[in-house]
Structure formats: structure tokens, C-alpha cells
């Protein structure tokens, strides 16, 4: 028999309104540990051990999230992760076993949303899995909300109600974690946010020990809309450039 699941607000999820997890992992005793805890969190999970499998998987099932592993057998994470959101953008959160800088930026580079580095802990992985998730259902509320405007930033242009950013009138494609990054910077120019402040607002993550993943996402932002407009306050954080009058 099906099971229904009770929200935070005490009103029954039906399992149609579950959402879906892929999690790509060749470690047995990892990708368990993953599954048993997410669906403990009431997702529906299904699992890949290989680069071919997950691809497969994800293109029979479409599901809502993916966990993904960098090192696979058949193909690697960062070629899953290209085919995947080639055929249908989903966000995607990747594993790593190396505390290796230039992984993490070439997996934010190729679409995913998110990294963490092994080991990790069961609760933080959730936590994440949970900020993605409701990161992706502002995204579509507001693409649904009438036109609200654009804020420009001399040639940097951001168009909230349609999440998009151009840069000298060209499209810029940002991850939905970048966009919301950028969005967060913009919304007070010049002034510094700290890394504490940026993780608190942008993933919903009040513990310090993340900062490294606000300052991969940083440099990810650079790279798509130009080192220059983001500025590095060292020991405390960034502030993103504008214009002088």
C-alpha cells in the first residue's frame, strides 16, 4: 500500500505530490545512506551506480533533483550533468571527494546548482536538498507573476519576474543558485554582505562552515558576468560593483 506523508503544516501529501530524487552514486554504502535518509524526508528516490545508468534514469523518470557523484564508472559526473541538462534543466547538487577547488568550479560551470565534499553529514545533505528544491519553486512563481520590472546596473541588467540576466544586452545563463546570488548583491549595491549573511540568505544555511561554497559560486559568477563587478572585501565578503553616477 502507498503511503501518504504529513507536512510541516499538518495537511497529507499525496505520494503524486512527492517530489523525485535521483541519486547517482557507485559507492553501495554511500548511495544507501542517501536514499534511506531522503526518503526518511518523504521523497521519492530512485538510484544509478554509473555515468550511462543515471542518464538513462533521469530521462525515463524526470525527476525533481539529482544528487550526483563526480567520479563514475562509464562516463563521469560533469558529462551526466551536460546531458542531462541539455535535455531538461534540473537542479542538481554534486558530490566530491576531493577538496579540489577547480572540480567544484567546472561542476557549477556545466549547470549544477550546488557541491558538497566527502564526508559530509546526512542532516546538511538534506538541509541542501530541501534550499534547492524551494529555490527552484520561486523560480516558478515568479516566472507566473506579471512583469516587475528590470534593474540595471550600467550594462548589467536583471530581469526578476523572468529570471534572466544580460550583459551588454546579451543573455547570461546563470544556475538558479547564481541568479538568486546576484539577485541577493544587487539588492544592495556597494554595500558588503559577508559569506555568513550571502549563506544565510541565499541557501537558507546558517553554518560557517559553507562560506567555501559562497566563494566557488562567487568565482562561478565572475567568470559569466565579469570579474570586475563583484568586489572581494577580504575578511569579510563582496559587494557587487555599479556605476558611479
Same mark, same amino acid.
Given at each position: 500500500?502507498?503511503?501518504?506523508?504529513?507536512?510541516?503544516?499538518?495537511?497529507?501529501?499525496?505520494?503524486?505530490?512527492?517530489?523525485?530524487?535521483?541519486?547517482?552514486?557507485?559507492?553501495?554504502?554511500?548511495?544507501?545512506? #542517501?536514499?534511506?535518509?531522503?526518503?526518511?524526508?518523504?521523497?521519492?528516490?530512485?538510484?544509478?551506480?554509473?555515468?550511462?545508468?543515471?542518464?538513462?534514469?533521469?530521462?525515463?523518470?524526470?525527476?525533481?533533483?539529482?544528487?550526483?557523484?563526480?567520479?563514475?564508472?562509464?562516463?563521469?559526473?560533469?558529462?551526466?550533468?551536460?546531458?542531462?541538462?541539455?535535455?531538461?534543466?534540473?537542479?542538481?547538487?554534486?558530490?566530491?571527494?576531493?577538496?579540489?577547488?577547480?572540480?567544484?568550479?567546472?561542476?557549477?560551470?556545466?549547470?549544477?546548482?550546488?557541491?558538497?565534499?566527502?564526508?559530509?553529514?546526512?542532516?546538511?545533505?538534506?538541509?541542501?536538498?530541501?534550499?534547492?528544491?524551494?529555490?527552484?519553486?520561486?523560480?516558478?512563481?515568479?516566472?507566473?507573476?506579471?512583469?516587475?520590472? #528590470?534593474?540595471?546596473?550600467?550594462?548589467?541588467?536583471?530581469?526578476?519576474?523572468?529570471?534572466?540576466?544580460?550583459?551588454?544586452?546579451?543573455?547570461?545563463?546563470?544556475?538558479?543558485?547564481?541568479?538568486?546570488?546576484?539577485?541577493?548583491?544587487?539588492?544592495?549595491?556597494?554595500?558588503?554582505?559577508?559569506?555568513?549573511?550571502?549563506?544565510?540568505?541565499?541557501?537558507?544555511?546558517?553554518?560557517?562552515?559553507?562560506?567555501?561554497?559562497?566563494?566557488?559560486?562567487?568565482?562561478?559568477?565572475?567568470?559569466?558576468?565579469?570579474?570586475?563587478?563583484?568586489?572581494?572585501?577580504?575578511?569579510?565578503?563582496?559587494?557587487?560593483?555599479?556605476?558611479?553616477?
Amino acid at each position: 500500500m502507498e503511503q501518504t506523508h504529513t507536512s510541516q503544516n499538518g495537511t497529507a501529501a499525496t505520494p503524486g505530490a512527492q517530489r523525485r530524487v535521483l541519486v547517482v552514486e557507485d559507492d553501495p554504502t554511500i548511495v544507501d545512506a #542517501i536514499a534511506a535518509r531522503l526518503r526518511a524526508e518523504g521523497f521519492l528516490v530512485q538510484t544509478a551506480g554509473d555515468g550511462p545508468a543515471a542518464v538513462d534514469t533521469a530521462e525515463a523518470w524526470q525527476p525533481d533533483l539529482l544528487i550526483l557523484d563526480i567520479m563514475l564508472p562509464g562516463f563521469d559526473g560533469l558529462e551526466v550533468c551536460r546531458r542531462v541538462q541539455a535535455a531538461r534543466p534540473v537542479p542538481v547538487l554534486m558530490l566530491t571527494a576531493r577538496d579540489d577547488e577547480t572540480d567544484m568550479l567546472v561542476g557549477l560551470g556545466v549547470g549544477a546548482d550546488d557541491y558538497m565534499t566527502k564526508p559530509f553529514s546526512m542532516r546538511e545533505l538534506a538541509a541542501r536538498v530541501h534550499v534547492l528544491l524551494r529555490r527552484v519553486e520561486r523560480a516558478v512563481v515568479a516566472a507566473s507573476t506579471p512583469r516587475s520590472g #528590470i534593474l540595471r546596473l550600467g550594462e548589467l541588467e536583471i530581469d526578476h519576474a523572468q529570471r534572466r540576466v544580460r550583459v551588454r544586452s546579451e543573455d547570461v545563463h546563470l544556475t538558479p543558485t547564481e541568479f538568486d546570488l546576484l539577485v541577493c548583491l544587487a539588492n544592495t549595491p556597494r554595500a558588503v554582505l559577508s559569506r555568513e549573511q550571502l549563506l544565510a540568505e541565499v541557501w537558507d544555511w546558517a553554518d560557517a562552515s559553507g562560506t567555501r561554497t559562497v566563494d566557488s559560486h562567487i568565482k562561478a559568477l565572475r567568470r559569466k558576468i565579469g570579474a570586475e563587478r563583484i568586489r572581494t572585501v577580504h575578511g569579510v565578503g563582496y559587494a557587487l560593483e555599479t556605476p558611479t553616477p
